[in-house]
């Protein structure tokens, strides 16, 4: 199975603040990399499909690269609306694996 | 407005048995392939099982594979989860979701409210 891991697993950030999340996976799975995120109580959205593609919806600020074993999430300017877990997740080969998560929190 | 609505989740005993629904509406339900994706508490995401939009191709995940049997109705837009020989670490927040495309991408879009599966005695 292809392993994937976030970092960092939780962040505190500001209203306006540039943030940036990371995903690692455990071998090459070239675009094949999406970004959901999760409020509490509530079912993961997705934010970014296939790298970099932005889901439509959703806001500009919102960005993702990277290929082969190396992601980034960015959000260029933190919304109150933002705070909650993100999620990245493989989809280049079964079994579909995610990220542990990393909590986004008000500082 | 597209929607998929879980249900049948409750508690149950270790090695008991429940079936899990998940109802669409406003898109085709019978075009697109489909997922179950797991939640223990305050735990990450768990790809579970998928279905193709026929229900003639399945897979899942190892720690489900042979208990879980994935299967759709796609007369009902209704797409199930029977569970059998559960296990306390079966305990989650099942969430049915939808491919985004028509084509099988793995991307998860729509998902469902959600429906809780507890395995206790």
């Known amino acids: 199975d292809i392993q994937m891991t976030q970092s960092p697993s939780s962040l505190s950030a500001s209203v306006g603040d540039r943030v940036t999340i990371t995903c690692r996976a455990s071998?090459?799975?070239?675009?094949?990399l999406n970004w959901y995120q999760q409020k509490p109580g509530k079912a993961p959205k997705l934010l970014i499909y296939?790298?970099?593609s932005l889901q439509s919806g959703v806001p500009l600020r919102f960005s993702g690269s990277g290929s082969g074993t190396d992601f980034t999430l960015t959000i260029s300017s933190l919304q109150p609306e933002d705070f909650a877990t993100y999620y990245c997740?493989?989809?280049?080969?079964?079994?579909?694996?995610f990220g542990q998560g990393t909590k986004l929190e008000i500082k | 407005e597209v929607q998929l609505v879980e249900s049948g989740g409750g508690l149950v005993q270790p090695g008991g048995s429940l079936r899990l629904s998940c109802a669409a509406s406003?898109?085709?339900?019978?075009?697109?392939?489909m997922h179950w994706v797991r939640q223990g508490p305050g735990k990450g995401l768990v790809w579970v099982s998928h279905?193709?939009?026929?229900?003639?191709?399945?897979s899942y995940a190892d720690s489900v594979k042979g208990r879980f049997t994935i299967s759709r109705d796609n007369a009902k837009n209704t797409l199930y989860l029977q569970m059998n020989s559960l296990r306390a670490e079966d305990t989650a927040v099942y969430y049915c979701?939808?491919?985004?495309?028509?084509?099988?991408?793995?991307?998860?879009?729509?998902w469902g409210q959600g429906t809780l599966v507890t395995v206790s005695s």
């Open positions: 979701a939808r491919d985004l495309w028509l084509q099988p991408t793995g991307w998860f879009d729509p």
């Open positions: 296939a790298a970099s």
């Open positions: 997740q493989q989809s280049d080969s079964i079994p579909y694996t």
């Open positions: 279905i193709n939009s026929d229900g003639s191709s399945t």
């Open positions: 071998q090459s799975i070239g675009s094949s």
């Open positions: 406003g898109f085709t339900f019978s075009s697109y392939w």
